[in-house]
């Protein structure tokens, strides 16, 4: 399986999120102790659950998103903490929900919640951080950021309903795919960049930007690891490579190869992918389909694509070092490799 | 299986919900037009899935509680109608959550949405009508409303992984038990009463006597809920009789007649409820035992209690349609037969 994605940033990848990870270290110390404080309960299994998914060594890239994004308008108060907590919970609801729904055993390399606790603790832990993520909103008492959070939380899971009802159908388009993406990825990183302005009482434009910003970012985000899931190593990923192969998930390098090739090409995937076929044998040789059309690197070049169109929402804004570490998670984002 | 509950109120059942229906007919029809366009969405299994819960029959007596609880205090606004459509969608959205947990196949009477259209699409479209829920409660714009729905939201999901984690345990005792429907039913209907005097802009007297109707009403209605899983026909119910046994699930009737009980009668509930034999035999013996011991004759009792509590929590308030309507609902939840 020697496939890899001919990513040029990927040497950047270290430096790219450094800056902003040193910009809200503060901050994010305070959403750590907020988050195992409201993961909190008298009920054992809550904190048992929850803290296995949040201890589990995810960058926490959202909430972190949410901080520098009030930062940067000249937040000083206390809610940009509550809100970017919330986020985090949102997240980590939709990771525990989707681990059952994808029927996933592992996640970042460690067996899921669902493994341990069972499918019933991982729906109810979900619901439990869901409620906690609204109560932490409804504290901070922003009728906005919980309009636009709320909303989120409704979109994503639109999408992952769409996501379920276009699964197995090699027919699906690009634009379903976008479309599926963008509701259940794009959205929440949207609105954790747009709550940020909200609070520090920016304006419209700065509300637009970060918005836009967050969307396309949000976009780029999960076409790479869209990507990845063709190319990356288990070790490295904390998946297995393939995986969404063997589930049957149409994403774009798939839809790429699937629309670029012969007719004896289209038969193979709708037998690897509506058939079930999705054995070592099948995904080598769709490995191999997938770099014949290039759909790794064109899935990377859509990637760069919406990257270009984040960056030029901050454009506008002053030039400060939270801009400039917004800028960089942009090639993080694109050029990752885990 | 002969266990009938003696009831004496049952003969009233059809009058006592009546005069809230009649009430609060003019307001459900908004609040039933409102649930169809919130649960629509252009990803058609989302209706799909919510229609069947929604259109199942239920009595929406949750709703019924808001408008009433609004009406009450002379709200006159929209804010009622969202509210009530919000806990209907709490409601349902802790429905499809539920039936997966407990992977049940009926519920009233009619097959669950997880055995249509699987797991899959239950949690998620739970999670869609959560969002949605959150959604009209921000439009609605109380933040007062918006703690108590929240919170009771957790509150709701923290009750089931209690639950789920006395599940199958013979050492659960009455406090646990209640500490259970206290969270998973009785929370909500406390917060769908509480809500009514919020919009209204009530004194502090009116919404803790509305909330701690609820909470007692609630309690009330889920013991008699369990005491008829031992004791109702499955034409009536929706559901069929010994549900809660087969599914190992710790109620009232059960904790009494496995404390009243033998040590040799203790050995039988172990067996049965943590062993796993649950067939029709061993549900014959236990109807017997629950019988025996006055099983549900008492957690009749206790719902009854707790009615008590209901009706004297509204007491001082100023006797109005409304108010009457409200007590008669304690009448209903008490000696309901189904």
Same sequence: chains 1, 2.
Wanted: aromatic content about 6%; hydrophobic content about 45%; charged content about 25%.
């Amino acid at each position: 399986m020697g496939v890899v994605i001919p990513l040029e940033e990927s040497k950047n990848k270290q430096a790219s999120i450094k800056p902003l990870m040193d910009l809200t270290k503060p901050g994010m110390e305070r959403v750590n102790q907020l988050i195992l404080s409201k993961a909190g309960s008298n009920v054992q299994m809550i904190p048992e659950v929850a803290n296995h998914l949040i201890s589990s060594g995810g960058k926490r890239l959202r909430p972190m998103l949410t901080l520098a994004s009030a930062a940067m308008f000249g937040y000083e108060g206390n809610s940009d903490v509550k809100l970017a907590t919330s986020v985090e919970f949102l997240h980590t609801a939709t990771l525990l929900h989707d681990d059952v729904v994808d029927e996933s055993d592992l996640r970042r390399g460690k067996s899921t919640a669902r493994m341990i606790w069972g499918n019933q603790a991982s729906v109810l832990v979900g619901d439990f951080l869901l409620g906690q993520a609204f109560r932490m909103m409804v504290d901070v008492g922003s009728l906005d950021a919980l309009d636009v959070l709320s909303t989120a939380a409704s979109v994503i899971a639109e999408g992952e309903v769409l996501q379920l009802s276009v699964a197995k159908n090699m027919e699906t388009t690009e634009d379903d795919y976008l479309s599926v993406i963008r509701a259940k990825t794009a959205a929440l990183f949207a609105a954790a960049a747009e709550v940020g302005p909200i609070i520090a009482e920016a304006d419209k434009a700065g509300r637009n930007a970060l918005k836009s910003y967050g969307m396309n970012l949000g976009l780029a985000f999960q076409l790479v690891d869209d990507a990845l899931d063709y190319g990356g190593k288990s070790a490295d990923l904390g998946k297995n490579v393939g995986d969404d192969f063997r589930e049957g998930k149409i994403t774009l390098p798939v839809i790429l190869a699937y629309r670029r090739g012969t007719q004896a090409e289209r038969a193979f995937w709708r037998e690897a992918i509506e058939g079930g076929q999705s054995d070592d044998a099948h995904l080598e040789k769709a490995l191999g389909l997938i770099t014949k059309y290039g759909g790794l690197t064109d899935t990377v070049a859509r990637a760069l694509h919406y990257g270009t169109i984040a960056s030029d929402a901050l454009a506008p804004l002053p030039d400060t070092e939270w801009k400039s570490a917004l800028m960089d998670v942009i090639d993080f984002c694109v050029a990752r490799v885990n």
